[in-house]
């Protein structure tokens, strides 16, 4: 088993803000060196890397959603002789677009965007990482999922479809990539105090979301990234795992 990232590199997507930012600041300051993409707020990304331990970070501007940057970041990697020992496919979306109060238009719009980003992307991210890591000997991914995919996502469908989707296909590879030397779990959250979920914990609405956990909170980002941080150092007879960190909101058997 693992017990530090000393000499590793560790590709975080969304790894600036939110959970992606302190993945970022916990596997730097345990010694790995991070390559952390956004996909457009640069003034976050610049003021991140600066801010992690040690040296040899980069944030890489990268729109996953576009199969072609996925495909020149994975050139770009090889071209200067990095070997990445770990993926994090962290980034994500998720809107409102419940399907009583929106038009068909926005219905699928909801879907196209969400899926495209939390797991047409991510499975994109997962097929280079694969090639990379087989000529390498081998290698981690770790999936940020949700509890969204076990518990149901109402008022964001897809979001929990996008989910349950990024679980299965953790599965998957995992029994897939296995004979390879790479493991392949997933992370599922509950509510996190970040940007993306902010909004919803304002107010009563806020108030309720917090009692789902018996501590009445919900987490703070750097939790999920001690949770990641679990699996990275697990050892590879944790492939497939998909580990609950949801504060006991939402208990599945
Ligand atoms: P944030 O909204 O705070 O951050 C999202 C990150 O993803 C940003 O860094 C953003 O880049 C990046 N990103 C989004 N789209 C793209 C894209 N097309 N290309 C490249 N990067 C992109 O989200 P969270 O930190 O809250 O969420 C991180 C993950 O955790 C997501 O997968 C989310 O589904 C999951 N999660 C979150 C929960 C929560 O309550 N917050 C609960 C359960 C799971 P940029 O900074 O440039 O915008």
């Given at each position: 088993?693992l017990?530090?990232?000393?000499?590793?590199?560790?590709?975080?997507?969304?790894?600036?803000?939110?959970?992606?930012?302190s993945?970022?600041?916990?596997?730097?300051?345990k010694?790995?060196?991070?390559?952390?993409i956004?996909?457009?707020?640069?003034?976050?990304?610049?003021h991140?890397?600066n801010s992690?331990r040690?040296?040899?970070?980069?944030a890489?501007?990268?729109?996953?959603?576009?199969?072609?940057?996925?495909?020149d970041?994975?050139?770009?990697?090889?071209?200067?002789g990095?070997?990445?020992?770990?993926?994090?496919?962290?980034?994500g979306?998720?809107?409102?677009h419940?399907?009583?109060?929106?038009?068909?238009?926005?219905?699928?719009?909801g879907?196209?965007?969400?899926?495209?980003t939390n797991l047409?992307?991510?499975?994109n991210m997962?097929?280079?990482?694969?090639?990379?890591?087989?000529?390498?000997?081998?290698?981690?991914?770790?999936?940020?999922?949700?509890r969204?995919?076990?518990?149901?996502e109402?008022?964001?469908?897809?979001?929990g479809?996008?989910?349950?989707?990024?679980n299965?296909?953790?599965?998957?590879?995992?029994?897939?990539?296995a004979?390879?030397?790479?493991y392949?779990g997933?992370?599922?959250p509950?509510?996190?105090e970040?940007?993306?979920?902010?909004?919803?914990l304002?107010?009563?609405?806020?108030?309720?979301?917090?009692?789902?956990?018996?501590m009445n909170?919900?987490a703070?980002?750097e939790?999920?990234?001690?949770?990641?941080?679990l699996?990275?150092?697990g050892?590879?007879w944790?492939?497939?795992?998909?580990i609950?960190?949801n504060?006991?909101s939402y208990?599945?058997?």
């Open positions: 088993m017990d530090n990232m000393k000499e590793k590199t560790i590709l975080v997507t969304g790894g600036t803000r939110g959970i992606g930012k993945i970022s600041e916990l596997f730097a300051l010694g790995g060196t991070v390559i952390a956004f996909r457009s707020d640069k003034l976050s990304a610049e991140c890397i992690l040690g040296s040899g970070h980069q890489k501007q990268v729109d996953i959603t576009i199969p072609e940057a996925i495909d970041l994975w050139r770009q990697i090889e071209k200067d990095i070997t990445v020992d770990m993926v994090i496919n962290n980034a979306i998720g809107f409102h419940p399907v009583d109060q929106v038009s068909y238009t926005e219905w699928q719009k879907f196209s965007d969400i899926i495209q047409i992307a991510a499975s997962c097929y280079h990482a694969v090639q990379h890591m087989r000529k390498n000997g081998g290698g981690k991914i770790i999936n940020i999922s949700s969204g995919a076990f518990r149901g109402p008022l964001m469908p897809a979001y479809a996008s989910k349950a989707g990024l299965a296909l953790t599965q998957s590879l995992a029994q897939q990539l004979p390879h030397n790479i392949v997933a992370i599922a509950g509510f996190v970040t940007d993306m979920a902010r909004d919803r304002l107010g009563d609405v806020g108030k309720g979301i917090k009692a789902q956990s018996p909170r919900v703070q980002p939790e999920i990234a001690e949770a990641t941080y699996m990275a150092c050892n590879m944790m492939t497939g795992a998909i609950d960190v504060g006991a208990m599945r058997t």
